[in-house]
């Protein structure tokens, strides 16, 4: 489950790793969030997705693999960021599909809104801000109407390597997906606040959390309080240098990593 934005291509690098280093003795299947996609499969580009309508078609999805697999089947969810907080609500929706693991990478699954980062881009949130950054990207859209000119503006500006600037100039800025971005982050803002003990305590020996030393999404002293109230859960600390967007340039080292959890399993 991915964070946001929420498009699956951003994790391509992380996913292919995870499959190679398990021998290609996994399926994998990755999703999209509704609305942070363009293209002609996109009924209404107008329509905001609500937290609770990306947390139903992730439900869903679980629910289709169930149907499509043998019984006894055994499923493995990987959240990040706010991906995290949706494995869980997976999870807590079914706990029965033979969900056995949940790897929550860089998990923001409480008070995200007083975290750093939350505190700071909160204004960029609010309808009349996204209404302003959808009409900046259709302007950019136009101004840089060669995709080759966009992506390398794009890479220039932000630093991403080629093929994550290709994500991020032909699939991300877009006005419609850009603006859904923005609505679902104002939404994790006021949903996203108390942690569910209950369900982690309940479920702990499945999990696994992973945690970043510098991320201002998801703090350090997260790591701790999930470590300290949490004995029975695998709680990490990255040692690695990996940040929260570790999508864009650390994927195959966290592939590795989840790998290596899969096969220790």
């Known amino acids: ?29 990755g999703a999209s969030h509704l609305g942070h996609s363009a293209g002609s499969h996109v009924s209404d580009p107008s329509r ?3 937290l609770e309508e990306q947390v139903e078609s992730k439900i869903a999805i679980v629910d289709r693999l169930r149907e499509m697999y ?3 089947t055994r499923f493995i969810l990987a959240g990040h960021s706010m991906g995290s907080w949706l494995a869980l609500r997976v999870l807590k929706a079914r706990p029965n599909h ?7 990478l860089f998990p923001t699954i409480h008070r995200i809104a007083d975290t750093p980062n939350g505190r700071k881009l909160k204004p960029l949130f609010k309808p009349s801000t996204r209404s ?17 000119i966009f992506q390398s503006v794009v890479g220039l500006v932000t630093g991403q390597q080629k093929d994550m600037a290709q994500v991020t ?11 859904n971005c923005l609505f679902l982050a104002g939404e994790e803002m006021e949903a996203i606040k108390i942690m569910d003990k209950e369900l982690i305590e309940e479920h702990a020996s499945k999990l696994v ?6 991320d201002e999404w998801s703090p350090i002293e997260n790591y701790y309080e999930m470590r300290d109230q949490f004995p ?18 650390h994927g195959e080292a966290m592939g590795l990593l989840v790998g290596g959890w899969i096969n220790e399993f």
């Open 169 to 179: 100039s032909q699939l991300l800025l877009h006005s419609s997906v850009v603006k």
């Open 1 to 29: 489950y991915l964070g946001n934005p929420g498009l699956i291509d951003y994790y391509v690098p992380f996913l292919q790793t995870v499959h190679d280093t398990c021998n290609g003795n996994i399926d994998i299947f």
């Open 132 to 148: 302003i950054a959808g009409g900046a990207v259709s302007t950019l859209r136009f101004l840089f109407s060669a995709p080759a």
């Open 70 to 72: 043998p019984v006894g």
């Open 209 to 214: 959390f992973y945690y970043g030393r510098t």
């Open 98 to 104: 033979g969900i056995e693991h949940l790897f929550e």
């Open 232 to 249: 029975k859960v695998k709680s990490y600390l990255c040692n690695q240098g990996m940040v929260h967007a570790f999508v864009l340039g």
């Open 48 to 50: 905001m997705y609500t």
